[in-house]
C-alpha cells in the first residue's frame, strides 16, 4: 500500500466542485479519498435503467424515493453515485444533505463495461458502509448479483440469479 498518497475527504471534494476544478460534463465520483472516473454511458446500460427505475416505481410508489445516478455520502470519503438510489423519503427531497447509509434501502449498479469494479471496489465500500442490500445488473451476462449481510469485511450473501427469476428487495418482500 502506497502511504504517500493524500486522500480527498467529501467536503473538499464539493470545494473542488464549486470552484469550478471539474468540467461540468465531466462524470466523476469519490471512491475511498481518490476521485474517480465513471465509464461512458452506453445505449443498453441507459435502456436498462430506464426500465429498473420505471419497474420500482410502479411496484414501490410513494413508499421510497429513487434517486437515478445521485451521489450517496457513505462516508467522510466515500459518495459514489450508483444507477438507482432506493432511499426512504425525505421531506425536502434532501435539499439538505445527499443520502447516507442510514437512509439508503438498496443501490443497483447497471454494468455494461464496469461488472468486475462494481464486483469488487463498490461492493466492498457499500458493505463497509453498512448499505443493507446492494445489487448489479450485469447487462451483457442477463443476470443479477445480489448482495446482503454487509460487513466491514464485505457481504457476507452473494446471489447470482439468472434473467427469468422473481426477486424482492429485503425491505420490501411484498414487492415482486
Known amino acids: 500500500m502506497l502511504t504517500n498518497i493524500r ?33 461512458a454511458k452506453g445505449t443498453a446500460h441507459e435502456s436498462a435503467i430506464t426500465r429498473t427505475e420505471r419497474l420500482l416505481r410502479q411496484r414501490l410508489g410513494d413508499k421510497v424515493l429513487l434517486r437515478i445516478q445521485s451521489p450517496v455520502q457513505l462516508d467522510d470519503y466515500s459518495e459514489p453515485e450508483p444507477d438507482i438510489s432506493v432511499v426512504k423519503p425525505n421531506l425536502l427531497d434532501y435539499d439538505d444533505h445527499h443520502p447516507n447509509a442510514s437512509e439508503v434501502f438498496l443501490l443497483i449498479e447497471i454494468a455494461d463495461s464496469s461488472l468486475k469494479y462494481d464486483r469488487e471496489v463498490k461492493a466492498n465500500i457499500y458493505a463497509k458502509s453498512g448499505i443493507i442490500e446492494y445489487w448489479i445488473l450485469d447487462v451483457n451476462g442477463r443476470k443479477l448479483y445480489m448482495y446482503c449481510l454487509p460487513s466491514p469485511d464485505g457481504y457476507h450473501s452473494e446471489s447470482i440469479l439468472a434473467e427469468d427469476v422473481t426477486i424482492s428487495p429485503l425491505a420490501f418482500g411484498d414487492c415482486a
Not at 11 to 19: G, I, L, N, S, V
Open 7 to 39: 486522500l480527498i475527504n467529501v467536503k473538499e471534494y464539493h470545494q473542488m466542485a464549486e470552484t469550478g476544478i471539474f468540467h461540468p460534463e465531466e462524470r466523476l465520483e469519490l471512491i475511498a479519498g481518490q476521485i474517480v472516473r465513471m465509464s
